[in-house]
């Protein structure tokens, strides 16, 4: 009696075991035999979503080469600072209103960017913003000593002066 109940744990365990094995292949074939690769996030996305903002309105993406960028100063208009609104509607008119996409692009070919533009902040006012406190702002590019990072800089709190904050526009749009 005593081999039989040995001969009957035994069959348990192989049964046991066989079950086991069959849930392992059930879950290795239902994952994928192409594994996707990691989904990669802009830098500039990953500044947006770690500071709580938001695209409440954005224009389309313009075509250009980095060749054909040019500053806009805003003391080519009016001699004091401006206001955050008052600065993205002189934009609209000065056909300098480049947005999100656009810094984008002109952030990943950086190296391109003319020297000439590292003095200043690079402000990408077709896209608005909205953050923390229903704040609202613009994405702007700052250049630092190891490249060019983006900020967000406040439209309510910001004056924008032709010293340091330049509009970006492309030369053909004029």
Excluded at 22 to 41: A, D, G, M, R
Excluded at 112 to 117: G, K, Q, R, S
Excluded at 146 to 152: E, T
């Amino acid at each position: 009696m005593l081999s039989f109940g040995i001969i009957v744990v035994g069959i348990s365990f192989v049964w046991a075991g066989c079950y086991l094995y069959l849930i392992y292949k059930k879950q290795q074939s239902n994952k994928s035999t192409h594994p996707q690769p990691p989904v990669e996030i802009h830098p500039l996305d990953i500044i947006l979503n770690e500071e709580g903002w938001k695209i409440i309105k954005s224009v389309e993406p313009s075509k250009f080469e980095m060749k054909d960028l040019e500053l806009v100063s805003f003391k080519q208009w009016n001699r004091d600072p401006l206001p955050g609104e008052v600065m993205r509607q002189s934009a609209v008119s000065l056909n300098a209103n480049l947005g999100l996409d656009d810094a984008k692009r002109v952030f990943d070919q950086q190296k391109e960017i003319p020297v000439a533009f590292r003095s200043y902040c690079l402000v990408f006012s077709g896209t608005l913003l909205i953050g923390p406190g229903d704040a609202m702002g613009v994405m702007c590019l700052t250049c630092a000593y190891d490249g060019w990072k983006p900020l967000v800089v406040y439209l309510n709190l910001t004056r924008f002066d032709g010293d340091s904050y330049y509009l970006v526009r492309i030369k053909s749009a004029a």
